[in-house]
Every structure is written in C-alpha cells, then in structure tokens.
C-alpha cells in the first residue's frame, strides 16, 4: 500500500454526538462504554471509513459487520498487548 497510515484510536465519551464512533481524517474516536464485540465493530467500521472515505455508509457497515464476525469467531479478544511479531509490512 502506497498511503500507509496509522488510524490512531482515541477513547472519548460520545455522547451528546449520538454515535458510537467517529471517524476524522486518521483518527477514530471511539466511546469509551462499549465493550466486547460492539467495540471491536465500532473500531473496524470507523477505520473503514478513514481507508475509504468514499464507500457509503451502507458498504462501510457491511464490510465492518463481515470483519468483526470474522476476528469475533476467530476468538479476537483485546487481551495481549505484545508485538512480539511484525505484521506484513515488517512494522511493529
């Protein structure tokens, strides 16, 4: 990928937004009361739209319910925090 970026997530109670989730150039902000999977998808559909601001809402939710369906049942959990291992591109 030519645009590598890193979609930073910053915790923030959304409240009066009415949203669980925001997504503002590279940054997401995600409401701090979600929990489990609801957050896991609030995450994946936020960074969605910061990779393609272009897709429209529908094609953002479909995709992200697809990936969070798919990392859930492969028993994602937020729980491990190393990075003992590089990811493809060879970064931490």
Do not use: C, F
Request: aromatic content about 8%; hydrophobic content about 35%; cysteine-free.
């Amino acid at each position: 990928m030519a645009n590598r970026r890193k979609i930073k997530v910053v915790y923030q109670k959304l409240g009066r937004e009415r949203a669980y989730g925001i997504a503002d150039d590279d940054t997401v902000y995600v409401d701090p009361r979600l929990t489990g999977k609801k957050q896991l998808e609030i995450i994946v559909h936020e960074s969605l739209h910061v990779l393609w601001p272009e897709a429209d809402e529908e094609e953002i939710e479909r995709k992200a319910i697809i990936l969070t369906n798919t990392l859930w049942y492969e028993h994602y959990r937020r729980v491990d925090n190393s990075n003992k291992i590089p990811l493809q591109d060879g970064k931490k």
